[in-house]
């Protein structure tokens, strides 16, 4: 029996798609929980991976009481009005607060049922299993009935009873963890979570705050969407405020924060809260109309938080046919001693290449890479559907493969400790390609003093327009400059439109000081041709420049990892280079999983070879030097 399974996510559709081949159901507005049940014990696991049986334990009961030895559940947790629609506002303050309510948990998959893995089976085949074994519509554990075609007059019936929509799934799919065509949501109000990334002083009457400030994640960076100043409650208000209190910061987290007078009363936060809130439409320059507050969303992380599109559903099921699902783990392929489920998924479709082929590409290049990766916290790209569905970030982990290690990490902001990933040899790279990684980002320190950084990473961000020429010029001034103060330097490509040059040093000083010496030194770069160099992480400010970001010197920023691959089109690397190769290169070299071990046949070596015995302090002459 399976101990963790990532659930499948819809995709947004404009219209609800027709024909017979689709099982219709009413979208529920709750939280989204898996419930395992393994004989006498109950797990109640929410959508982002935490535990909430005992807050639940009226649910865990009613699974218990299940006819089943073994059975995992899917379904979500919500508090029925009189008429039928769903109350997320009494669910969130029966969550933060213990307000009385009646839950019920309105279940609509059955993945496993006592020792058969049903998540191969079609849809109308699990549905008649679970309804056998929740029998009943009413009760805290309810089997939620769907309509087989006729989305159109469920949808019209949805909205006019002021439900939240539709989810529509086809009838002949597998369950496939992650965002899928298989199935799709069709909203009656436009609504999504946000990243809350800061509020706004109190006008007139209003207490606590005026709205608060909205992001997106989007391609690693967080965008500045709108602010949301209706929809709360005095207790809200309260609420909000004592917990935005706790988390401010002095700048923006996002990348194209407000100018003026748009910007004069914000207070900035750590982007840690995921406010729902609906809306009418997005504008053309990317922020809400009419938006309005609905609830904070504790079962999501605020860093999958992304700016959802509708997408175009398939015409016809060859299209959205995806590999045969292994039937046993007896017919997975091992990689290191790693078993991978659905081998032949496709990870970069663009250019074919699967999980199966990923996990074989780290397997070729792990003696180079591991040097520079094992025992070091990590921060994770997920996209368990391949780059061009969902991504989301994680650092946080939990049931991963036991071949995956784990560093406890003290988290100041929330005062609790909680486990981050760690590489301790190949087997966990692989473990890693298993759950659907794409990125592995590194921190500049390691597992063991995580709060004594041992590199540091100035990355260089260049406007498209600059030639490469300009581009690697820049990090050779780079390394001029490190050069002069005694420090010795490396190059790697990106695998986008940039460089990253990594300064190695014996790790005694703090995250503060290593911050503090990195911005002195931008600033001097800056500083000899402020024309073509920026620090300033607005994107207004970027045009025709290269932004030089010493801010991936702070505890928990990260850099991605040496021989990494890239969730964009072509499956790119990070690849390390001879400083000789910048002093020649016309052109961005582009190293792909596919291209690389072609390089590697001829190079003739390791770039990086000397790098991690190389032993260089910051030393008090050098900040002398920069004024630091």
């Known amino acids: ?39 006498d014990r109950v797990r109640l696991i929410s ?25 995992i559940l899917d379904g979500e947790v919500v508090v029925l009005k009189p008429d039928g629609s769903t109350s997320f506002q009494a669910l969130q303050n029966f969550a933060r607060q213990g307000e009385p ?71 002949d799919a597998p369950y496939r963890s992650g965002r899928s065509k298989d199935w799709a949501k069709t909203k009656c109000l436009q609504e999504q979570e946000f990243v809350v990334v800061g509020y706004t002083d109190p006008g007139g009457t209003r207490s606590a705050f005026g709205a608060l400030v909205l992001a997106v994640h989007d391609n690693g960076d967080l965008k500045h969407v709108g602010r949301v100043g209706t929809g709360f409650s005095d207790a809200s208000l309260a609420d909000i405020h004592a917990r935005l209190m706790g988390i401010e910061r002095k700048e923006a987290p996002v990348v194209d924060p407000p100018a003026g ?60 046919a995806e590999e045969p699902r292994a039937s046993s783990q007896g017919d997975r392929p091992l990689v290191a001693g790693v078993s991978l489920s659905n081998p032949d998924r496709l990870f970069w479709p663009d250019v074919g290449i699967t999980k199966l082929e990923l996990a074989h590409y780290y397997e070729s290049i792990a003696e180079l890479m591991l040097p ?35 560093v406890a990490i003290h988290e100041p902001d929330d005062s609790e400790t909680v486990p981050y990933a760690k590489i301790t040899g190949l087997p966990s790279i692989v473990g890693l390609v298993q759950m ?110 290269i932004f030089i970001d010493y801010v991936r010197n702070t505890r928990g920023a990260t850099a991605v990892a040496v021989y990494g691959a890239r969730a964009r089109p072509g499956a790119p690397v990070s690849v390390p280079l001879y400083w000789e190769e910048a002093e020649s290169a016309r052109e961005r070299p582009e190293f792909t999983v596919r291209n690389l071990s072609a390089r590697l046949d001829t190079l003739g070596g390791d770039p990086w070879a000397d790098l991690t015995s190389k032993r260089q302090s910051l030393t008090k002459g050098m900040r002398s030097r920069l004024g630091v």
């Open 436 to 545: 659907g990684v794409l990125e592995i980002h590194p921190w500049g320190s390691r597992a063991d003093d995580p709060d004594r950084p041992d590199r540091l990473v100035f990355d260089l961000d260049p406007d498209t327009e600059l030639p490469w020429k300009t581009v690697a010029g820049t990090a050779l001034l780079i390394r001029s400059e490190l050069s002069r103060l005694g420090l010795d330097s490396w190059l790697k490509t990106t695998g986008g439109k940039g460089l990253h040059v990594m300064v190695p040093i014996v790790r005694r000083p703090s995250w503060t000081e290593v911050r503090d010496f990195s911005k002195a030194f931008v600033d001097h770069i800056v500083s000899l041709e402020p024309g073509l160099f920026t620090a300033s992480m607005s994107k207004s400010q970027r045009g025709g420049k």
């Open 372 to 406: 520079h990766v094992a025992h070091r916290p990590l921060s994770l790209v997920r996209c368990p559907s391949g780059y061009t569905g969902e991504c989301f970030y994680q650092k946080h982990v939990s049931h991963f493969p036991k071949a995956v290690g784990t």
């Open 1 to 39: 029996m399976p101990k963790s399974i990532d659930v499948e996510l819809a995709s947004l559709v404009k219209h609800v798609p027709e024909g017979d081949r689709w099982f219709h159901e009413i979208k529920f507005d709750g939280y989204r929980i898996l419930a395992f049940k393994d004989k």
């Open 261 to 320: 007078a748009q910007a004069a009363s914000i207070h900035w936060v750590e982007p840690t809260l995921v406010a729902e809130v609906s809306f009418t439409e997005w504008t053309q320059d990317g922020h809400l109309r009419h938006p309005a507050f609905r609830g904070l969303r504790e079962d999501k992380p605020a860093d999958q938080v992304i700016a959802e599109e509708p997408v175009e559903l398939p015409d016809t099921i060859a299209e959205v």
């Open 101 to 171: 309510t009646d839950l019920t948990y309105m279940v609509f998959d059955l993945l496993y049922l006592d020792g058969t893995d049903l998540r191969g089976a079609a849809l109308e085949d699990r549905k008649p299993l679970l309804e056998a074994l929740v029998s009943s519509r009413d009760g805290q554990l309810r089997y939620t009935d769907h309509i087989e075609g006729r989305g159109d007059v469920c949808f019209e019936q949805a909205c006019t009873h002021s439900r939240e929509g539709v989810v529509s799934k086809r009838r």
């Open 47 to 71: 959508r982002n991976g935490k535990d909430w049986t005992e807050r639940f334990s009226d649910i865990e009961r009613s699974v218990a009481a299940l006819p089943a030895a073994q059975a």
